[in-house]
Every structure is written in structure tokens, then in C-alpha cells.
């Protein structure tokens, strides 16, 4: 089993930054057979891909909603991953979930990761 745990969600006026964490333990989190990911969902929507990539470092996708405003990125050494949201705007306010799988490319669908974190709420006021 693989467990995530996300942090940094909050409030912050649009145009501000959040950093999001996901710290991932677990004895089948095999960090560079593994692909990770940022979903998040607003209410009344289904949950949608933000960014992904893969542990290996040599692969990234971004949703073209978040292009050029979010990072992401990891800490191979803390088995963490990272976004880093800048420039937010209130329709980025939702909960941000992080997903992990073993596979081989950056899957854009929630249907593609097995492994899911609890989720933490943004929240960008205008």
C-alpha cells in the first residue's frame, strides 16, 4: 500500500501563492516506477487534472488552465511532492488532491491512479 498525505491548502487572495505538499510512505512506494499527480475539484464539478509527473524526473504535464502559474515538482530524499501555485485566481478554488500509480506515462484522467490522499481545500477570494 502506498499512503499520501497532502498539506498547504488555505485562503489567499487571488493573486497570491500556496504551496501544496503530498508525503508519500507506504512499503510499495517504489519512487521511480511511480507516476504522482495534482487533481483538484470545485463544488458542483467533476475532479479534473491539474499537473503530473513522472518520479524519474523525465516527464511533466501541466492542464492548460495552470500553465506558466504552477509548478510541480518533488524531494526525491523526502519522497514528497510539490506544487507550487502562483498568480491564483478564484476559479483555482477547490480541493487539491494528490494520486499516485506505477505506470509509465502521466495519466490525465483520475481513472488512471490507484493511490489517493484526503484531499486539502484552496481557497482564492477575489
Known amino acids: 500500500q502506498v499512503q499520501l498525505v497532502e498539506s498547504g491548502g488555505g485562503l489567499v487572495q487571488a493573486g497570491g501563492s500556496l504551496r501544496l505538499s503530498c508525503a508519500a510512505s507506504?512499503?510499495?512506494?517504489?519512487?521511480?516506477?511511480?507516476?504522482m499527480a495534482w487533481f483538484r475539484q470545485a463544488p458542483g464539478k467533476e475532479r479534473e487534472f491539474v499537473a503530473g509527473?513522472?518520479?524519474?524526473?523525465?516527464?511533466?504535464v501541466y492542464a492548460d488552465s495552470v500553465k506558466g502559474r504552477f509548478t510541480i515538482s518533488r524531494d526525491t530524499a523526502k519522497n514528497t511532492l510539490y506544487l507550487q501555485m502562483n498568480s491564483l485566481k478564484a476559479e483555482d478554488t477547490a480541493v487539491y488532491y494528490c494520486?499516485?500509480?506505477?505506470?509509465?506515462?502521466?495519466?490525465?484522467?483520475?481513472?488512471?491512479?490507484?493511490?489517493w490522499g484526503q484531499g486539502t481545500l484552496v481557497t482564492a477570494s477575489s
Open positions: 494520486a499516485a500509480d506505477r505506470r509509465r506515462n502521466v495519466g490525465l484522467s483520475e481513472r488512471e491512479y490507484i493511490y
Open positions: 509527473l513522472r518520479w524519474s524526473g523525465d516527464s511533466t
Open positions: 507506504g512499503r510499495t512506494f517504489y519512487n521511480y516506477a511511480m507516476t
